[in-house]
């Protein structure tokens, strides 16, 4: 694994605008990542993977279309042109009139392809496979997009353009054996970090350069345990001040947060 924090002992933690600037804007729609990253300048764009009917990625939350666009149903029993007659962003402006903007209504469901051609390869991106077991071949098509993109290319993955992350370890796993250079991050769900032995944490270091716990798992002793075994560790979705300073003050190396600005401003300080 080509770690883009092998050398990274004072580097200020990174900002990870997570679903975009989404305490602002619809997540995972160009409006939420335009925010984060021409505005704001995150230092990652966080993508969440679902797959159509006809195998395209798509970036978005759930595995259903129900909550952030106007129809319902399954992504993957959408065709991709299907799924682009969809307004993502007028839910927002219902659910939040004061934060709500015109321009938000209409916002389509963005392509991985998508994405990276907006953004081009000078951006980072951190892509989470979602249900890979609803998907198969999911992250095939991941490094095919990637490859298409010269995302793949040593120097890229260096510096850390793209991580991918995922809470399941069997996708972490395919997509290492595809590709044992890229960047891996594992995600773990509430409760679940302080069970991992330390032979578990051991396994995982062999091929996975970071943790993502949720944030409400972290305290000094074990963020300094998973140091110890040399993991990066990003927590999702820190949304608060306090909490940022606090997970700050534990050693984390960046965090997850819908409000990339907030965080910035923090992690700037002298
Ligand atoms: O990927 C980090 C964090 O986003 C995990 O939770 O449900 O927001 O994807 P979720
Ligand atoms: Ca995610």
Sequence with gaps: VLSP????????????????????????????????????KADYIEVDLQMTKDGQLVAMHDETVDRTTNGTGLV????????????????????YPALARPEY??????????????????????????????????????LKVLNKHK??????????????QSFSTESLIKVH????AV??????DRGVVDTLTDQQLRDLKSFVMGIGPNYKDLTVKNTKRLKSFGFVIHPYTVNTEA???????????GVFTNYPDLYKRIVNEK
């Design 243 to 253: 909490d940022m300073r606090r997970l700050n003050s534990y050693g984390v190396d």
């Design 5 to 40: 924090y092998a050398d990274a002992k004072n580097k200020v933690q990174t900002v990870v605008a997570h679903r975009g600037a989404s305490g602002y804007a619809p997540e995972h729609t160009f409006a939420s990542y335009d925010l984060s990253h021409y505005k704001m």
């Design 177 to 180: 054996q595809l590709n044992t």
């Design 105 to 142: 209504a209409g916002q389509k469901v963005p392509t991985l392809d998508e994405v990276i051609n907006r953004y081009g390869t000078k951006a980072k991106y951190y892509i989470e496979t979602k249900s890979p077991e609803v998907y198969p071949g999911m992250e095939q098509q991941l």
């Design 151 to 164: 995302l793949l290319k040593k120097s890229r993955l260096k510096k850390g353009h793209v991580l991918i």
């Design 76 to 95: 993957k029993d959408f065709t991709l042109a299907e799924l682009k007659k969809l307004d993502a962003g007028s839910w927002f402006n219902e659910k």
């Design 183 to 188: 960047s891996l991050v594992q995600l773990t």
